[in-house]
């Protein structure tokens, strides 16, 4: 009994450590939503969803976030930021959102939903390299890294020939300032982080 006690008392406080890293990365309050349902009301994505956006709050009140994490409703998110607006409390879920696909993303992938983290790590990787997006890397790395050698192999051929494909890519002249802002942000990170 006791030891059952002291089981939850330390997935509390674990919950509790998790929602203030969630609220410093975000820069919002987890805690003063009080479940009204505005949020997902409005989100576009909440029907894909299987924990739509105050329930996601919810989960993170609740001590639930390795839930969440491993979770693909974080991945349907848009950040289209509907859910941030319209909250009475002013609680930026879009922001929440940001925060917990980076907190899925640094716990190397327990997300459901890995193929997205593949396709967000090429699709920055390719414009920290080339100061744009560079569609012909981008397809064939993520067929090599996702294990799915053939996927749209037919597709390849008829794009070069309408030209929406380029083999090559020229770098974008502006890359250090691209490198700057990458710089920006990863500082910007660590600063969140040693809150
Ligand atoms: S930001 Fe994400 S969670 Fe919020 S309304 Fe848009 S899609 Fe839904
Ligand atoms: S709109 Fe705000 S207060 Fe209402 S459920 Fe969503 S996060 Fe909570």
């Keep these: 009994m006791v030891t059952t006690k002291k089981m939850i ?3 509390q406080t674990l919950g509790l450590d998790f929602v203030r890293k969630v609220e410093a990365l975000a820069d919002t ?3 003063s939503c009080f479940q009204c349902g505005k949020c ?3 989100c576009p994505m909440a029907s894909f969803m299987e924990h739509p956006p105050n329930r996601v709050i919810r989960l993170l009140q609740l001590g639930q976030w390795q839930t969440l ?3 693909r409703s974080i991945w349907y998110c848009a950040s289209c930021e509907t859910c941030s607006t319209r909250c009475p409390n002013k609680v930026h879920i879009a922001s929440i959102m940001d925060a917990l696909r980076k907190l899925a993303w640094d716990a190397d992938g327990p997300s459901k939903e890995t193929f997205v983290q593949i396709a967000d790590k090429l699709f920055l990787q390719n414009i920290r390299t080339y100061g744009r997006q ?3 890397r981008l ?3 993520f067929n090599i890294k996702s294990g799915q050698f053939l996927k749209d192999l037919m597709l390849g051929p008829k794009l070069l020939a ?3 494909l380029k083999l090559l890519h ?4 502006n890359l250090p300032e691209i490198e700057k802002i990458f710089k920006r942000i990863e500082a910007m990170r660590k600063n969140k982080e040693a809150l």
Excluded at 170 to 173: E, W
Aim: aromatic letters at 4%.
């Design 69 to 71: 994490l491993a979770d």
């Design 29 to 31: 309050s987890v805690r």
């Design 170 to 173: 020229k770098k974008n002249k």
């Design 139 to 141: 397809a064939a790395l």
């Design 162 to 164: 309408k030209g929406k």
């Design 9 to 11: 008392l330390s997935q």
């Design 40 to 42: 997902s009301a409005g």
């Design 134 to 136: 560079y569609e012909m």
